[in-house]
């Protein structure tokens, strides 16, 4: 049976399982831009159901088979499984379905450019900064992030056909339904391995993505990650890399962390300064993400000193190292970094803030990636005084009943780190507000639902007035 194709549906409802996603409702939004009819059903209600719901898009919480009756298509994302009721009655009623990201790849079809941003950290951010840079120099693009930027209103965009710029998600091999002209591929490293089972395994995805793209497009790469490397060494396509060193194609000259840890540059491509950029976001892995946007806007034909103007005023995507408020004298953050290396690299931007302490609070996402990298959570808020670690959020998962965060904890303490199981938000709140001092940064971390843990606090206010 041949995949539905999203054009033969415009005069039919589209029904989407799981529709608060960061992908999904992203996806509802630029379906309803261009025309289409839309319900959706999911699990919870959550801001992105809301802000739907405010679009006039019908959404039910829960999953029956009678929110698909009568729809005339069905979109469902990878952690939908089959026996799930809606896809079971649609599949009975003989309701076709599209996974999630065959509907990106077909929209993303027939644009004469698709810029993909790959990468098992930095994915949002890099195409948020791209995307900016791409619409304040005029080439009007068409967007899809997991995240919201607010140069772009939202989280996606329906631009002009002559370029689609895209986050691309590696889960599920989402990311090779994809129709890539350009990609980038920003790191290669270990997660969902509950799908994958090693790291070679994901090496050969990423590799097999990149093949997606012809012969005259480009592939840009991290020319320091061994694994990227490899990956390039296997391709015949035009190549060009970004890294911190004259090893590269694109590299950082003059470097230097101004405040609150905002790096400053000179962009070099080939030995040559094209611009100089002053971030708006700090962390000096931004540098790299930065240095990769900026090949993939030079390739669509961007002015490289307009583009490094609009990166200066980058302000970044939401839940990315965002500032929620203060309570108490103390700053609230909230990142999404939601495995060890990105919530180390999120702490060592907490650092440079100049708070008295930094507490780290984190929600570990998945049982099954809680039990791969088991050894790499134990040390990853090392960099912060104190540690409060919230029940385990099981996401699309069952409880195995063989991990829990209580064990993260002991582990952590071992190894010389301040941890405190506070297992859920009203612990967690109950603990900060009875032992934080003025002056204290606290920073959130996971994919899961703790941001709203920063709301659940904001709501409450001040205790000292």
Not at 46 to 53: C, G, I, K, N, T
Not at 305 to 325: M, V
């Amino acid at each position: 049976m041949s995949t539905p194709q999203i054009r033969d549906y415009l005069n039919k409802r589209i029904h989407m399982v799981g529709i608060g996603g960061s992908s999904m409702s992203g996806l509802c939004e630029m379906l309803l831009k261009q025309g289409y009819t839309v319900s959706g059903s999911d699990r919870t209600h959550s801001h992105a159901v809301e802000r739907l719901e405010n679009m006039g898009v019908p959404v039910a919480i829960g999953h029956a088979g009678e929110n698909v009756a009568g729809a005339g298509l069905l979109i469902y994302s990878a952690a939908i499984h089959p026996d799930n009721p809606e896809r079971a009655y649609a599949a009975e009623h003989g309701i076709p379905q599209i996974e999630r990201a065959e509907l990106l790849g077909q929209l993303m079809a027939g644009h004469h450019d698709a810029v993909c941003v790959s990468g098992t950290h930095g994915k949002t951010t890099t195409t948020g900064m791209i995307a900016q840079m791409l619409l304040d120099c005029g080439l009007d693009p068409a967007v899809h992030i997991g995240g919201r930027v607010d140069a772009l209103g939202g989280s996606t965009r329906v631009g002009s056909e002559r370029v689609f710029v895209a986050e691309a998600c590696e889960y599920a091999g989402s990311f090779l339904h994809m129709k890539p002209t350009v990609a980038v591929v920003l790191n290669i490293e270990e997660d969902h391995l509950d799908y994958y089972g090693d790291i070679e395994h994901i090496e050969e995805a990423f590799y097999n993505f990149c093949s997606l793209v012809p012969q005259n497009g480009l592939v840009i790469a991290w020319g320091e990650d061994p694994r990227a490397q490899r990956l390039l060494s296997r391709l015949s396509c035009r190549k060009e890399t970004f890294g911190n060193t004259d090893a590269c194609d694109w590299y950082p000259a003059g470097l230097k962390i101004g405040e609150y840890g905002r790096p400053q540059f000179d962009v070099m491509y080939k030995g040559k300064k094209c611009c100089h950029v002053e971030l708006g976001v700090a962390g000096r892995f931004n540098v790299l993400n930065a240095l990769a946007s900026l090949a993939a806007a030079n390739a669509m034909g961007a002015d490289l000193e307009k583009a490094a103007a609009s990166l200066s005023a980058f302000a970044g995507a939401h839940r990315r190292f965002e500032h929620t408020g203060d309570i108490d004298g103390v700053h609230m953050y909230h990142d999404y970094g939601h495995n060890p290396v990105e919530m180390r690299g999120a702490l060592s931007v907490a650092c440079e803030q100049g708070a008295k302490h930094v507490w780290a609070v984190m929600q570990p996402h998945t049982y099954s990636r809680v039990k791969t990298l088991f050894n790499d959570y134990l040390t990853c808020t090392e960099a912060a005084d104190y540690t409060l670690v919230t029940d385990i959020c099981a996401a699309r998962e069952v409880d195995p009943g063989d991990i829990n965060s209580g064990m993260l904890v002991e582990g952590m303490r071992k190894h010389g780190i301040n941890a405190v199981l506070t297992p859920s938000f009203d612990d967690t709140e109950a603990y900060l507000r009875a032992h934080w001092e003025p002056g204290d940064l606290v920073l959130t971390m996971g994919c899961g639902d703790i941001n709203l843990l920063n709301e659940q606090m904001q709501q409450h206010g001040d205790t000292k007035k």
